[in-house]
């Protein structure tokens, strides 16, 4: 007995009357979805993902994709979706694996959240005539400054300051591992970060050595796999990150599939050619803020002190108390991880199921800081979803000091978001290893449209300061006052602490 197939995600169709039959669609599609027979090319529509590949290169646009060609009929409770995992798992017996951040058609925050501009009496300000600052420093802030008088009667700085991150722009990329990504695509973003003044993250899968010239731009992720971690590899990092959870998938760890190690990811890693690279859900060392705060101060002293070290934790219903307690363990900074980050693969249940979202954790775990007295002790990244410069000024007028972007810097490389990043497939050389298709991501044009992108947000994040009478970035930082709800429940409202739109 068989259950038959499934209706088709995409129609792929070709215009032959504006075909010019170059054949750079078979060329450019990695899932075999055009093939030549004769001198037809025909099309195989049910491998199509929607990645756009043929689309972009067709020169004559000649290819079309409908979305939904055939659907089931239509129920308010047996969605396609519920229909189609069913049948999945009734063929496979496993787990349904998954791409990117959280795919359900449920409310963002952000699109509810609106800015505030200053008029008449409190005019605003022109960044193009006015100095904006938008330095961000990253790390522990002292409580305050203690000064002392030389012999020389000049005066000096008495407190020792911890060591911060300097940014340009509150805009740090967030960490996706060679691995999971290619080399090109990490030289792409660290090119791009150098050039404008900001991070990026290594993610769990070691530092590639042709990563080495940019190291003073980048943050070392030690996960629970901890693979690729060593001692050069702590002391090349800018800053040091531990992974404890993260936004689309909290509470299990990571899994890199195996046709994804390649020897040069196996030499990263410190793992065998061809093995899948298994993190487990736990820090094996770690059950307790105790523990936590072991691993911290050892990492520092490893380090000599020198640098900041953040922990990262997907947002959950407690994420206020948990980032409290790490406020306490010696950490510099905590990154919250909401559930629309992005992954490349997760199970889907988890992707789509578990977290809460990134803005609702902001303000709550800001507001928790500041009732406890020890805001000034960490500074908080927000992730999971940052689409825009809109996205980023919200976020850190709900509480973040700055945030880490992951799908919005893909997305500028030239992903598509098909969610397939697991299969090793990628028609735009980016989570892929395969040498062919790798060979498709060009590290200098991608750098510089990463840094056009942090630029074009940078602009206008000092365009909607100037509006809000604002000439500072941190004026800004956790001013919810700025900030008004616009179709949100009581509820929310008050858990954001902003009031709806007309008060």
Not at 234 to 254: F, H, N, S, T, V
Request: with cysteine.
């Amino acid at each position: 007995m068989t259950l038959g197939s499934v209706p088709p995600k995409f129609k792929v169709t070709i215009d032959r009357d504006e075909c010019m039959d170059c054949g750079r669609c078979i060329e450019n599609c990695s899932y075999g979805v055009y093939r030549r027979e004769g001198d037809r090319i025909l099309i195989e529509s049910r491998k199509c993902t929607a990645c756009l590949r043929c689309v972009s290169m067709c020169p004559r646009d000649a290819i079309t994709l409908t979305e939904k060609p055939v659907d089931y009929r239509s129920h308010p409770l047996w969605t396609r979706e519920a229909r189609e995992d069913i049948i999945n798992q009734a063929r496979s017996g496993k787990i349904i694996l998954s791409g990117m951040g959280n795919a359900r058609d449920l409310p963002v925050i952000y699109d509810r959240l609106l800015l505030d501009a200053c008029q008449v009496t409190n005019p605003s300000i022109d960044p193009l005539r006015e100095p904006m600052e938008l330095r961000t420093y990253i790390g522990k802030k002292p409580s305050k400054l203690k000064f002392r008088k030389t012999e020389s009667g000049d005066v000096e700085l008495d407190t020792k300051l911890a060591p911060n991150l300097k940014l340009d722009t509150p805009i740090m990329i967030g960490h996706m591992s060679f691995g999971a990504i290619s080399l090109n695509s990490q030289l792409s973003m660290a090119k791009a970060v150098a050039e404008t003044g900001t991070f990026m993250g290594t993610g769990e899968g070691g530092l590639h050595k042709e990563l080495y010239p940019y190291q003073d731009h980048m943050i070392v992720q030690v996960a629970s796999g901890r693979f690729g971690v060593n001692i050069d590899y702590l002391e090349r990092g800018a800053a040091i990150e531990i992974k404890i959870g993260q936004g689309a998938k909290p509470g299990i760890g990571g899994h890199l599939p195996g046709e994804k190690v390649n020897e040069e990811v196996s030499k990263t890693r410190m793992i065998p050619l061809g093995s899948d690279a298994i993190s487990p859900a736990p820090h094996h060392d770690i059950y307790s803020i105790e523990d936590l705060v072991q691993l911290i101060r050892s990492l520092k002293e490893a380090t000599e002190w020198k640098k900041p070290v953040f922990v990262k934790i997907a947002a959950v219903h407690n994420v206020a108390p948990i980032a409290a307690g790490i406020a306490r363990s010696s950490a510099d900074a905590v990154v919250i991880d909401g559930f629309r980050g992005g992954t490349g693969a997760a199970p889907k249940v988890f992707r789509d199921h578990v977290g809460i979202p990134i803005e609702a954790a902001i303000a709550s775990v800001d507001q928790k800081l500041r009732d406890q007295g020890v805001r000034n002790e960490i500074s908080i990244i927000a992730s999971g979803g940052i689409r825009s410069s809109a996205d980023l000024a919200k976020s850190i007028a709900l509480g973040a000091d700055a945030v880490y972007v992951g799908t919005a810097a893909l997305v500028a490389l030239g992903c598509r978001v098909c969610g397939n990043c697991y299969r090793n497939l990628c028609p735009w050389g980016i989570a892929t290893q395969r040498p062919d298709l790798v060979s498709r991501l060009d590290p200098e044009a991608g750098a510089a449209q990463v840094s056009n992108l942090i630029h074009g947000w940078t602009l206008e994040l000092s365009e909607l300061m100037g509006a809000a009478g604002i000439n500072s970035i941190e004026s800004l930082r956790g001013n919810r006052d700025r900030l008004r709800g616009y179709m949100l429940d009581e509820g929310m409202l008050k858990i954001l602490d902003v009031l709806p739109a007309g008060a």
